[in-house]
């Protein structure tokens, strides 16, 4: 079943948009994200969640989404993200922000798996303004933003293609905006004696 998350869970750049997220979707994500492994259990992150269109259509001007795919804009026009989830880095708990990155991955992969199981899709944005999203959220001095995840109801096709070492990885879009993920094999990617 873990499995077949996974599989689902993919980085969505379409959303249906008459399908809002609720406050309380968004934090079963997190109390979700909360109960993943920490290092040495410092537990340095917060969250702060986006539901209220204003908020959410606000954090979506800060975002820049595909760099794979510049010639797109991307989520298309009517197809932008319901809600969002900021990781935030206490540093008051923690000052630097590099130390816990596997951890930031590790919530974060998690709250996605949790969306998928909830019928939701998400995607990871690490390219955004951290100071700009710091003072549109009007967030202490003490908290940064690590990741962005968007979250709501996908609303796009996406295909995992198996290639060989030597063919791209790029992801790419067909004529209908079917979005296409090569994947290595696994024979390609494992060593053993």
Avoid at 90 to 110: H, M, N, P, W, Y
Avoid at 153 to 175: F, N
Wanted: hydrophobic content about 40%.
């Amino acid at each position: 079943m873990i499995k077949d998350l996974v599989i689902k869970n993919r980085s969505y750049r379409g959303y249906n948009h008459d399908r809002k997220l609720t406050k309380e979707e968004l934090l079963e994500l997190v109390d979700c994200a909360r109960l993943t492994a920490s290092s040495v259990n410092m537990q340095p992150f917060k969250y702060y969640i986006a539901w209220e269109e204003d908020e959410v259509a606000s954090i979506q001007s800060l975002t820049k989404w595909t760099r794979g795919l510049p010639e797109l804009t991307l989520p298309h026009p009517g197809m932008e993200p319901t809600g969002f989830i900021v990781i935030l880095q206490d540093t008051a708990i923690f000052e630097s922000l590099q130390r816990f990155q596997k951890d930031c991955g590790i919530v974060a992969q998690t709250m996605l798996l949790r969306a998928t199981e909830m019928g939701l899709g998400g995607c990871m944005i690490g390219n955004f303004p951290a100071g700009t999203l710091k003072e549109t959220l009007k967030l202490p001095a003490n908290l940064s933003p690590l990741l962005v995840l968007a979250l709501g109801e996908p609303a796009e096709q996406i295909v995992l293609t198996e290639i060989t070492d030597s063919e791209s990885v790029g992801y790419y879009r067909d004529e209908q905006d079917v979005h296409y993920v090569p994947k290595r094999k696994l024979e390609d990617i494992t060593m053993f004696r």
